[in-house]
């Protein structure tokens, strides 16, 4: 009998354990995507150079691990040191400094490494029509096979109580003892506390994370009333983003691109002669046949001239919405801090539907605030911070580290909501 309460009790330790490893893997890997969404995401990515190096493999471009720490704690603390991949990548990236994190732990630095490596190469996929198609790459999500794997380890935990409490009870019969009736499930109040106690746990976060993510729409990419590619208008084809949104630079909102603006290339660009082009499920998207849609827009048949006062708006579908309480001027962004559209945006010169690439949520905004140097030099925006411009010019701000938005005032309440 003893023997039998002992091999329940180290099965039941056993799967505890299990169960809390499994929970501290996923916690692990969770907890380096939201620290490089925190702090590397603005600058870095795992395989594209943005203001800094691609990340993917950066363990083994270092001497040493420690060495690499010491690095991303404090970069021009390290620099002194002359190592000379250091100085080379300072050199590389017009000799500014990277960002200093000197609260990162070992573990943090770890998590974010283990994170980065478990992101797949976007070069490696299969090409476009072959295999899985031109589907944009999905970062792996394992909840479900979690979810999966806590509920088959939960049934076990059940039947092996089961098995336990049957355990007993032949003990019981074979020493004279009287054996009480077992307890239904559903009756058994230990049972049902526990169930209950899960249940609020799991209810409560997933109410509290939904809440939290509530009108939010990272990743949201619509479908057009034409298949604008950005891919061949901004990348192949070089457009300059300001050209079709023109309010970018001079107020608020960035605008969408009347008919007319389209129709100024294509009044003579009636057929597409570029590269192939997919949709997001994969399939082959005739450019031709939806130069021919802004046509039906614009009211305009080829061969005659062409009068405007015929074209209708085309319903674009608008992807990027903040909520109303918040205050967001492009120009103050695009203009005055000189922030690249790929900041906010993402690679949306290499996007053939355009989603939407960054969550917008006031988190990020507030950490990009804190991490984003403001561009003083060559600058007029900034000129009344004579303050900043005299500290900077005398040595006593490390021009390397710069001015940050938030010593600007980047991170008061009042900038965002009034």
Not at 16 to 31: E, G, H
Not at 168 to 177: H, I
Not at 399 to 407: A, D
């Amino acid at each position: 009998m003893i023997l039998s309460r002992s091999i329940a009790k180290a099965s039941i330790a056993a799967f505890l354990f299990f169960v809390s490893l499994c929970f501290s893997v996923a916690a692990n890997a969770q907890d380096g995507k939201a620290l490089f969404s925190a702090n590397c995401a603005s600058c870095h990515a795992p395989h594209k150079k943005l203001t800094g190096p691609a990340l993917a493999g950066v363990e083994s471009r270092w001497s040493s691990k420690e060495n690499l720490y010491s690095w991303i704690r404090n970069s021009s603390a390290y620099l002194k040191t002359g190592d000379p991949y250091a100085v080379n990548l300072y050199n590389e990236y017009n000799k500014i400094a990277m960002n200093a994190f000197p609260t990162l732990k070992d573990a943090e630095i770890d998590a974010i490494l283990t994170y980065i490596n478990s992101v797949p190469d976007p070069s490696k996929a299969p090409a476009a029509g072959e295999g899985a198609g031109a589907a944009a790459n999905v970062e792996a999500d394992n909840s479900l096979l979690f979810g999966i794997l806590t509920l088959i380890l939960a049934v076990v935990a059940l039947i092996m109580l089961q098995v336990n409490s049957n355990l007993k009870k032949l003990a019981d019969d074979k020493t004279g003892q009287p054996a009480l009736e077992p307890i239904p499930f559903w009756r058994n109040k230990a049972y049902i506390a526990m169930v209950t106690v899960v249940l609020f746990v799991v209810g409560g976060y997933l109410t509290t994370k939904g809440a939290m993510a509530y009108g939010r729409s990272q990743d949201y990419q619509p479908e057009q009333p034409i298949y604008y590619s950005h891919a061949v208008h901004a990348g192949t084809n070089q457009i300059n983003c300001q050209y079709c949104h023109t309010g970018a630079a001079q107020g608020k909102q960035a605008t969408i691109p009347s008919v007319n603006v389209c129709m100024n290339c294509h009044q003579a660009i009636n057929e597409y002669k570029g590269e192939k082009i997919y949709n997001e499920a994969g399939e082959e998207v005739d450019g031709t046949a939806e130069i021919k849609k802004l046509y039906k827009y614009a009211g305009f048949e080829e061969g005659k001239p062409w009068d405007p006062s015929k074209a209708k708006p085309i319903e674009w579908v608008r992807i990027h919405n903040l909520p109303d309480h918040v205050y967001f001027n492009h120009a103050q962004h695009v203009k005055a801090g000189q922030v690249a559209c790929q900041t906010c945006h993402g690679e949306i010169q290499k996007m053939g539907e355009v989603k939407q690439f960054s969550d917008l949520s006031m988190g990020w905004c507030v950490n990009c605030h804190r991490e984003t140097k403001v561009q003083f030099k060559d600058n007029g925006f900034y000129s009344i911070y004579e303050k900043y411009h005299a500290d900077l010019k005398s040595g006593k701000i490390d021009s390397t580290k710069g001015i940050t938005v938030e010593k600007i005032g980047g991170t008061e309440c009042q900038k965002c909501h009034y």
